[in-house]
């Protein structure tokens, strides 16, 4: 038996980031940028007001006080969108909106909060405004370039497109960008036992659960699934549905790769490529496959519907990843106090399905129950794995373990 990282490490060494392609930036959600972005122009591309106010020469109010304001002329009025078509001297302001181009000769805007607007005659053009506090030069004002500078680089090469990247990217006047493609994956259940999900379930069949847990799985990590249906195990019928899947990036499989006498996968794609038949050391999950056909790689998975996710999680998830662009590819990872005792008299590495709550701070599991590896409800109630190393065989109560978050959103925070 090989341990779960020797596994890991041979897997991940035939995957590379898939070749670029140019997508509209709505459509890169999520994606890893295969190019730098680097600034065309400046942003703000001119020095604009901060607030609501008005733009003074600074050192005009540098005596104002809210018992003494200072009085200046107000000369223009200014909205977003346009420019002044007076200078600020001595003695005036600009009325001037938030994003308003800076008119030449201010250097500061002091808001309406901070003057007599609210009690004064007029304000607008040809009116007058009191200034009730001083301001510093720069005060109120965003100055050119101070998000972007020309010739900048904004996002490097390798960061994955999220809505902030998006806004940016829209910012600059991208409507388009680097990135690289999403891996297509083949998904392929085979057994004879097996029915199609809107087939009748007759005597001794079951419903194909992995092709769905399987293909939203590559799907939320980012890959794009093909549907390759069931393969009864028979060396002709299997060879031809792999045959279909040889156009995609990664061919997964699931089932047949155990000792059973009818794991007719084994056969075929010892048969068809070069394929490397593994006994991990982790539990769920012992039978794995992993190899080529014609220069596709092939992940067999086990067919038990617990350990198929499972294997998945630990070997699926990260070559998608890899392909995708993406560096860290490691399970998000928490440390959590258990709130029962567990055994692991295996000696390989116990993947429990387990509840993870976070209380006053800190994180508790516990686990779902009934751990066999059929029991996929079992993995619907979890949201996490507890991970027990592989020698350790009695994990008591109150210990901190790793946890694998299976969902690690906002729902979990
Ligand atoms: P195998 O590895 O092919 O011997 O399968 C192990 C167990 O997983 C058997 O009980 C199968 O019936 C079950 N199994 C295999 N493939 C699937 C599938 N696609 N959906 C649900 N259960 C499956
Ligand atoms: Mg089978």
């Keep these: 038996m090989i341990s779960v990282e020797e596994a890991l490490e041979t897997v991940l060494g035939h995957f590379d980031p898939l070749d670029a392609e140019r997508r509209p930036i709505l459509d890169a959600l999520g994606q890893v940028l295969a190019e ?3 600034s065309s122009a400046s942003i703000p591309p001119f020095d604009n007001s901060a607030m609501d106010g008005y733009a003074v020469q600074s050192g005009d109010v540098a005596g104002a006080g809210r018992d003494k304001p200072i009085e200046l002329r107000v000369i223009a009025d200014l909205a977003a969108g ?3 078509g007076v ?21 500061a805007v002091v808001r309406f909060e901070d003057t007599d607007e609210a009690s004064a005659p007029s304000t607008r ?3 007058r405004i009191g200034v009730m506090v001083p301001v510093v030069s720069g005060e109120n004002v965003r100055y050119a370039g101070e998000d972007v500078r020309t010739g900048e680089l904004v996002i490097p090469k390798g960061a994955t497109v999220r809505p902030s ?3 940016v990217l829209a910012s600059l006047g991208r409507k388009d960008v680097l990135v690289h493609r999403r891996p297509k994956v083949a998904v392929l259940a085979t057994g004879d036992e097996l029915v199609e999900i809107d087939e009748p379930v007759s005597p001794g069949k079951i419903r194909n659960s992995n092709s769905y847990s399987v293909a939203s799985l590559v799907a939320r990590y980012g890959g794009v699934p093909v549907m390759l249906g069931i393969a009864r195990d028979r ?7 792999l045959a279909e899947g040889l156009t995609t990036d990664l061919v997964i499989t699931s089932g047949g790769v155990s000792v059973g006498d009818y794991d007719m996968v084994k056969n075929v794609l010892k048969a068809e490529g070069k394929i490397d038949f593994w006994q991990v050391r982790m539990k769920p999950g012992k039978p794995l496959a992993f190899g080529h056909i014609r220069g596709v790689p092939l992940l067999g998975l086990p067919g038990n519907p617990v350990s198929a996710m499972v294997s998945f999680e630990q070997f ?23 709130t029962e005792d567990v055994e692991n008299y295996s000696g390989r590495r116990h993947y429990i399905r387990a509840i993870l709550e976070k209380r006053d701070g800190r994180y508790y599991a516990w686990t779902t129950g009934e751990q066999g590896s059929g029991i996929l409800t079992s993995m619907a109630k979890a949201n996490g794995l507890v991970v027990i190393p592989e020698d350790q065989k009695l994990v008591k109560a109150g210990t901190e373990v790793m946890v694998q978050m299976l969902d690690w959103s906002e729902e979990q925070a």
Excluded: Y
């Design 36 to 38: 730098d972005v680097i």
């Design 82 to 84: 346009r420019v002044a």
């Design 87 to 107: 200078s600020v001297g001595p003695g005036t302001a600009v009325r001037i909106m938030t994003g308003a181009p800076l008119p030449n000769g201010a250097d």
């Design 125 to 127: 053009e040809g009116g």
């Design 165 to 167: 990247e998006i806004g």
């Design 235 to 241: 060396i002709e019928e299997l060879t031809a549905k």
């Design 316 to 338: 699926g998830r990260p070559a998608i990843l890899k392909m995708l662009g993406k560096t860290k590819l490691a399970k998000p990872t928490v440390s959590a106090t258990l």
